[in-house]
């Protein structure tokens, strides 16, 4: 079994949807959770960073921690196509350091379509 | 704040050629970066981590002697991949972190051995 799983899709929906992205992870030792957003052939932007279970709101995005049950989910809320790119769920044990160590899940495809 | 600037985002060699690939943090000074790869439709797999003034450390599996990483200022560390062949081409991607800080990534490099 893999540390994180996420289902990589791809995920299509219209513009104006709500979406939602999901993680699941079997280390329980995993405190701290980021979402980030690739665009093809670039660096992964940081969209949410949490570390306690419950919600966090960003605008449109929302993220949620299930420590209890060991998932992670984010939320878009009215999609836009400029939203279209690979979502990734990271996480790690620490913040910070040397030995600051995130591991990734695969990566979610998404597409909204105008 | 938080930004990681990468060099070149580009880059094609022939094969046995050397490249060095920059990283730099702009707004802040990082005694850690770390050096990752992305192979297409994977996710980000961590490589090495470089330490400011002191040697780097590689994930398990990843030659030291075929990827060189200098870390010679607060604001720099640098990825050389030594004589380069085809299965080297990979998206590069470099990332540091402010303080506790999540990670911030550069927008990556290329490479292509031909």
């Known amino acids: 079994q893999k540390e994180v799983e996420q289902d990589p899709g791809p995920l299509s929906v219209p513009e104006g949807a709500i979406v939602s992205l999901n993680c699941t992870y079997s280390n329980s030792a995993f405190q701290y959770f980021m979402w980030y957003r690739q665009y093809s052939r670039k660096g992964p932007e940081l969209l949410m960073y949490?570390?306690?279970?419950g919600n966090k709101e960003d605008g449109r995005f929302t993220a949620q921690v299930d420590k209890s049950s060991k998932y992670i989910s984010l939320f878009i809320r009215d999609s836009q196509p400029s939203d279209s790119a690979t979502y990734l769920c990271?996480?790690?044990?620490?913040?910070?350091?040397?030995?600051?160590?995130?591991?990734f899940g695969k990566g979610t495809l998404l597409t909204v379509n105008p | 704040g938080a930004v990681v600037s990468q060099h070149p985002s580009r880059v094609i060699c022939k094969s046995g050629t050397s490249v060095k690939i920059e990283c730099r943090s702009l707004d802040f000074q990082a005694t850690t970066m770390f050096w990752y790869r992305q192979f297409p439709k994977q996710s980000l797999m961590l490589m090495a981590t470089s330490n400011e003034g002191s040697k780097a450390t590689y994930e398990q599996g990843v030659e030291k002697d075929k990827f060189l990483i200098n870390h010679a200022s607060l604001t720099l560390s640098t990825l050389t991949v030594t004589s380069a062949h085809p299965e080297d081409s990979s998206f590069y991607i470099c990332?540091?972190?402010?303080?506790?800080?999540?990670?911030?990534f550069g927008n990556g490099t290329r490479l292509t051995v031909t």
């Open positions: 949490t570390y306690s279970s």
């Open positions: 990332s540091a972190s402010e303080s506790d800080s999540p990670l911030h």
């Open positions: 990271a996480m790690s044990q620490i913040s910070g350091g040397s030995n600051y160590k995130l591991t």
